[in-house]
């Protein structure tokens, strides 16, 4: 079973609104300290977006804070991340990822999924 898959991506204008989906396993999503939210744009490093700790607290990289919100539904072992207010900057391929091994919400992450693009127009 593959552990994380991603949905939701597509092609929106900057200032619209999207929201993706993860879909983890019911081990996956139960055993993970933090679930997280990752992007890589063309040319550029892979770099953190956001994270919700086991307990729920999410944890938001400077440049989607106010903007992106990270949440949970333990019934449906599955994270949502929703992005308002979208800019052509935030064009990625955005990817979820489980952290099964440490306690920092921004490395340990060792399941990923296959990736889902987001491109924002101007």
């Known amino acids: 079973q593959v552990p994380l898959v991603e949905s939701g991506g597509g092609l929106v204008q900057a200032g619209g609104s999207l929201r993706l989906s993860c879909a983890a396993s019911?081990?996956?999503?139960?055993?993970?300290?933090?679930m997280g939210w990752f992007r890589q744009a063309p040319g550029k490093e892979r770099e953190f977006v956001a994270a919700?700790?086991?307990?729920?607290?999410?944890y938001y990289a400077d440049s989607v804070k106010g903007r992106f919100t990270i949440s949970r539904d333990s019934a449906e072992n599955t994270v949502y991340l929703q992005m308002n207010s979208l800019k052509p900057e935030d064009t990625a391929v955005y990817y979820c990822?489980?952290?099964?091994?440490?306690?920092?919400?921004?490395?340990?992450?060792?399941?990923w999924g296959q990736g889902t693009q987001v491109t924002v127009s101007s």
């Open positions: 990822a489980a952290n099964q091994r440490s306690h920092s919400y921004k490395d340990g992450y060792d399941d």
């Open positions: 019911r081990r996956t999503f139960s055993s993970s300290y933090f």
């Open positions: 919700i700790a086991w307990g729920g607290s999410p």
